[in-house]
T-cell receptor
Framework: DVKVTQSSRYLVKRTGEKVFLECVQDMDHENMFWYRQDPGLGLRLIYFSYDVKMKEKGDIPEGYSVSREKKERFSLILESASTNQTSMYLC????????????????FGPGTRLTVL | AQSVTQLGSHVSVSEGALVLLRCNYSSSVPPYLFWYVQYPNQGLQLLLKYTTGATLVKGINGFEAEFKKSETSFHLTKPSAHMSDAAEYFCAVSEGGYSTLTFGKGTMLLVSP
């Protein structure tokens, strides 16, 4: 089974701190994604990566950055945490399946609930 | 641009009743469509997906969905609800290739005894 793990289930940080959220997948997937989930807003894409050292902005990249130095690991960085970044953060990965038109199932981690005080 | 609308942020059913969760999409090309489920304090799990071929798609836990191009819909159904089906359900669309997934805002399914 595909496994996507996230470094913390719950995290509490203070305003202005630098925050690192780590995500690791064990299925040699090319694609990795970071979302935030807020009540009534669904999932919104922050950043994604199709390959090592590659990154693309999603719908809401402001205030975030990412790093992908190894294929299995994708990190989300909050350079200076703010209270409006309090949210559930979900990581996902997928392979690039040409037979499915290049879109394959995304597999999700359990999420990190971040609170910024 | 692709988008997804899920009608109803909350749906309540009795145990044993039909479950119907509605999803409408917009896409400029033939879409790929997904339903995911999220149980409390967990990540999202794939229920089913439509890529090409048969328009009636069967998924896990007795759920199925039908792709109707003329109605731009991909509604999720289950003949008989169980208490364990109580969760939040997300519909998502992709235009394939290197396109990303766009999610709806989710529908919370409540199942009463």
């Amino acid at each position: 089974d595909v496994k996507v793990t996230q470094s913390s289930r719950y995290l509490v940080k203070r305003t202005g701190e630098k925050v690192f959220l780590e995500c690791v997948q064990d299925m040699d997937h090319e694609n990795m994604f970071w979302y935030r989930q807020d009540p009534g807003l669904g999932l919104r894409l922050i950043y994604f990566s199709y390959d090592v050292k590659m990154k693309e902005k999603g719908d809401i990249p402001e205030g975030y950055s990412v790093s992908r130095e190894k294929k299995e690991r994708f990190s989300l960085i909050l350079e200076s945490a703010s209270t409006n970044q309090t949210s559930m953060y979900l990581c996902a990965s997928s392979s690039h399946n040409a037979l499915a038109g290049g879109t394959d199932t995304q597999y999700f981690g359990p999420g990190t609930r971040l609170t910024v005080l | 641009a692709q988008s997804v609308t899920q009608l109803g942020s909350h749906v309540s059913v009795s145990e044993g009743a039909l479950v119907l969760l509605r999803c409408n999409y917009s896409s400029s090309v033939p879409p790929y469509l997904f339903w995911y489920v999220q149980y409390p304090n967990q990540g999202l799990q794939l229920l089913l997906k439509y890529t090409t071929g048969a328009t009636l798609v069967k998924g896990i836990n007795g759920f199925e969905a039908e792709f109707k191009k003329s109605e731009t819909s991909f509604h999720l159904t289950k003949p008989s609800a169980h208490m364990s089906d109580a969760a939040e359900y997300f519909c998502a669309v992709s235009e394939g290739g290197y396109s990303t997934l766009t999610f709806g805002k989710g529908t919370m399914l409540l199942v009463s005894p």
